[in-house]
């Protein structure tokens, strides 16, 4: 198991950047894909962004492509995810997820796929 600790949410004007950062720590992680969930009120669960750990290979949901950005950091063991002209509706709890080992990335796209959940930070995009 991964244990996730998201940090960096908070209350951003529309067009304005935020910066999420997630810690990891537990088993080795060199062979799972990482990444972002978001849940926004009265919705499901959805897909944002992955990366793979070994390869730095990255996927986004269509939604952010353009405007976030995924990255690794090997030696503190933290991922980020860079947002730029954040929308209202990128108002959502931002969760840091892991996939079970070797899963490929694909799988990581639906809850279902992911194995570690962090427990979320809030992201509010209002004027």
């Known amino acids: 198991q991964v244990q996730l600790v998201e940090s960096g949410g908070g209350l951003v004007q529309p067009g304005g950047s935020l910066r999420l950062s997630c810690t990891a720590s537990g088993r080795t992680f060199s062979s799972r894909v990482m990444g972002w969930f978001r849940q926004a009120p009265g919705k499901e669960r959805e897909f944002v962004a992955t990366?793979?750990?070994?390869?730095?290979?990255?996927d986004y949901a269509d939604s952010v492509k353009g405007r976030f950005t995924i990255s690794r950091d090997n030696a503190k063991n933290m991922v980020h995810l860079q947002m730029n002209s954040l929308k209202p509706e990128d108002t959502a709890v931002y969760y840091c997820?892991?996939?079970?080992?070797?899963?490929?990335?694909?799988?990581?796209?639906?809850?279902?796929?992911?194995?570690?959940w962090g427990r979320g930070t809030q992201v509010t995009v209002s004027s």
């Open positions: 997820v892991a996939g079970s080992p070797y899963i490929p990335a694909q799988n990581m796209r639906f809850p279902s796929g992911v194995n570690d």
């Open positions: 990366i793979t750990w070994s390869s730095g290979t990255t």
